[in-house]
């Protein structure tokens, strides 16, 4: 039996994050919104809940996708709207992501910037926000932020992709 692990992820905006764990074998659940975390990140920021099968795509596969997947390695003005982050669901979990992140350190020239926080508070996104992707493909945002992002990971994480979802959408389509 699969045992479904929670962990949640912040980086960019919360309508690309959610179309890439959307898009992934093993992903039973993506929750958008907006997540605080202790200390000095506890005002609320975009992310998503992501609930997978550990059996189906392990803990550092989505880590590395999340980090291929936003700039986790600058730091710019809206880093307090878009924090770049991983947050656990339980302090046991903290050294575990923190070892993960050493470890895929060598994909990047430049160090990852990427917090890892303990969650403490979730909002969840209006209805109307949701499976945004997947609802509007054609929408310019889509188009122009959402669709390079389901290209690199179709590319760069092929063996972890649904195919079948992401082949009702015309990815290489881009402008």
Known sequence: MDTIRKIA????????????FLSLKGVQKVE??????????SSFSEAVIVSHQ???????KLIAIHLHTHKSTKDHSS?????SAVYVFDTSEINEVKNILRSLQNDFVDPLI????????????????KNYYYSNP????????ITPKLNKISNDFSNLID?????RYPLTAQK
């Open 114 to 129: 990427t917090q890892v926080l303990l969650h403490t508070d979730f909002k969840p996104s209006e209805e109307q926000f």
């Open 9 to 20: 992820f912040g980086g960019g905006c919360h309508w690309c994050t959610e179309a890439i």
């Open 163 to 167: 195919k079948e979802k992401l082949s």
């Open 138 to 145: 054609e929408k310019p945002f889509c188009e122009r932020y």
């Open 79 to 83: 880093r307090t709207k878009y924090r």
């Open 54 to 60: 550990e059996d189906h795509i392990s803990l550092k």
């Open 32 to 41: 958008q919104g907006f997540i605080a975390a202790t200390e000095s990140a």
